[in-house]
Nanobody, 120 residues
């Protein structure tokens, strides 16, 4: 059993910053890919950024240069540093982790989501 807990969302003015965290606990041997997604009202859930176990990152064009994804493997935690936030970044942000458990099985897990609201 694996649990993900997200934190760090909130209300911020345009141009501000937020840092999201996603902490995983439970039967975890290793975390493979870690990703952040977001879903605005009435829209589909879109990829924001991913980071592999080796540290390779990938970003949506809309956040390149403003957002930074990182991870702390010792803490089983992922982060999304969001700078220069704009109203169009308003959404519920979800983390997604591909986790290998002690038996060697890999499964994907979603966080509960955290609301980010950017006011103009």
């Amino acid at each position: 059993q694996v649990q993900l807990v997200e934190s760090g969302g909130g209300l911020v003015q345009a141009g501000g910053s937020l840092r999201l965290s996603c902490a995983a606990s439970g039967n975890i041997f290793s975390i493979n890919t870690l990703g952040w997604y977001r879903q605005a009202p009435g829209k589909q859930r879109d990829l924001v950024a991913t980071i592999t176990s080796s540290g390779s990152t990938n970003y949506a064009n809309s956040v390149k240069g403003r957002f930074t994804i990182s991870r702390d493997n010792a803490k089983n935690t992922g982060y999304l540093q969001m700078n220069s936030l704009a109203p169009e970044d308003t959404a519920v942000y979800y983390c997604n982790l591909v986790i290998r458990d002690s038996r060697g099985f890999r499964s994907a897990y979603w966080g509960q989501g955290t609301q980010v609201t950017v006011s103009s």
